[in-house]
Structure formats: structure tokens, C-alpha cells
């Protein structure tokens, strides 16, 4: 196999970014399963730019481009480009932007490197995979995968005669997905407060959402906040 690939050096090259494409969208799918912030087009971009960079660090070693160690370039350029990368990443509250731009200029710097060694084949495909990933894949992401804001729902009720299951299920319903519940209780006036952590999606409608949870105990104020 190892000598078929060496004599089809094409076929070698898109049999490793296939298989590293297949590595990213397997760990980004874990991922958003757990619900975290780093999802499937990031992880999927960082794998197929690495598989790059490990490409064209075996070619300059093997062609004679360099006479030093040519991993150390390939190496540099992932450091530098990783500082840059940071920088498009933005805290927002409790939700975080700029993870996918991060990605996307990680693998720019991949493609540039790449073109400018000659390796004009494996900077193609990962062009196209970067395509697939960005555009395909995020439609697939965002059905199987709705809730991205993550929130806090703060219900005030009057008195402790509240049914938890029903307002959770009316959350549910709404694709709402809930992690943790705080619940603050005043013995002296008898107001509960129930503080959901919460994943929304983008597309929910809050005042629907307000009208149900409304109908399922005596509520008094109803709050949803991103921090």
C-alpha cells in the first residue's frame, strides 16, 4: 500500500486530508453533542490545515528546498498564526465569537505556505474542503444543533406552588436546552426565584415563550438575559 501511495503521490495527498476532514467533523460532532463553544467547522478546518502543514513540511525535506530543519517553519508559522487567530476571538457574556475566524486564518496561512512551496494539488483540496466545511456543514450544524446562545431565564413566582417539570417542558419544547437551575426562595414574602442556565437557539420566539411559561404558575416577572 505504502509503495502504491508513493507512486500515486495525488492520490497519497488527498487520502491524508480526507482522512483528517473525516477526524475534524468526528471530534467537532462530539463536541456540540457536549454542547461547547468549539464546534464542527473549527475543528474540522484545524485538522485538514494541520494535515497541510505536515504535508509540505515532508515535502521541503524531501526535495532538498531547505537545508535546515524544515518542520521548524511549518512550526513558526503555526505559533505566529496562532497569536493572530486570538485576536478575532471575542468574549461575549457567556457565549464566545470568532472560534470559526480563528480557524479560517489558520487555514489561509496553511493555503499561503502551501501555493508558495508549489504544492498546488493538496492547497486545492483543501480549498474545497474548507468550502464544503464552511457552507455544507454549517447548515447541517445548525439543524442538528439549534442551541448556540447560551442565556439565563430567571422566573420570579409568588409562591412555592410551582411545577418544574411543566416550565422545563415548556423550554424544552420552545428547543430551549437547559444545563443547571439555581433556585432562590424568600421565606419572608414567599417569592421564588427559578434561574435556568440555558442554551437558546436563534431563531426562538421570546414572546411566545414568555405567553407559556406565563400560563404555568402564578409568575410575577419573567427575565432572559445573555450574562
Known amino acids: ?36 463553544t468549539v464546534g ?14 505536515c504535508i509540505l513540511s515532508d515535502y521541503m525535506a524531501r526535495s532538498g528546498l531547505t537545508t535546515g530543519d524544515p518542520t521548524r517553519i511549518a512550526a513558526g508559522i503555526v505559533t505566529g498564526v496562532g497569536f493572530l487567530g ?24 496553511a493555503l499561503g505556505v502551501t501555493c508558495g ?14 468550502f464544503f466545511t464552511l457552507f455544507l456543514i454549517a447548515k447541517i450544524e445548525k439543524k442538528f444543533f439549534p442551541a448556540e446562545k447560551r442565556k439565563f431565564i430567571e422566573i420570579t413566582v409568588k409562591n412555592d406552588k410551582v ?11 420552545a428547543g430551549i436546552v437547559v444545563h443547571d437551575l439555581d433556585i432562590d426562595y424568600n421565606t419572608n ?30 409568575i410575577s416577572n419573567i427575565k432572559l438575559t445573555k450574562n
Do not use: W
Not at 411545577?163 to 419544547?173: P, S
Not at 414574602?189 to 404555568?216: C, Q, R, W
Open 40 to 53: 464542527i467547522r473549527t475543528l474540522t478546518l484545524m485538522s485538514i490545515s494541520s494535515a497541510m502543514l
Open 163 to 173: 411545577n418544574e417539570a411543566l416550565i422545563k417542558e415548556v423550554l424544552t419544547k
Open 86 to 109: 486570538a485576536g478575532v476571538i471575542v468574549n461575549h457574556g457567556l457565549n464566545i465569537r470568532g472560534l470559526t475566524s480563528a480557524a479560517i486564518t489558520f487555514t489561509a496561512s
Open 189 to 218: 414574602s414567599g417569592v421564588l426565584k427559578l434561574i435556568y442556565a440555558v442554551h437558546s437557539p436563534d431563531s426562538l420566539n421570546t414572546i411566545s415563550l414568555l405567553e407559556e411559561l406565563s400560563k404555568t404558575a402564578d
Open 1 to 36: 500500500m505504502a509503495e502504491f501511495l508513493a507512486q500515486n503521490i495525488y492520490l497519497d495527498y488527498f487520502l491524508r486530508i480526507f482522512a483528517s476532514l473525516v477526524c475534524g467533523i468526528a471530534l467537532g460532532f462530539e463536541r456540540k453533542m457536549r454542547q461547547h
Open 117 to 130: 512551496a508549489g504544492l498546488y494539488y493538496p492547497a486545492f483540496l483543501v480549498l474545497v474542503f474548507s
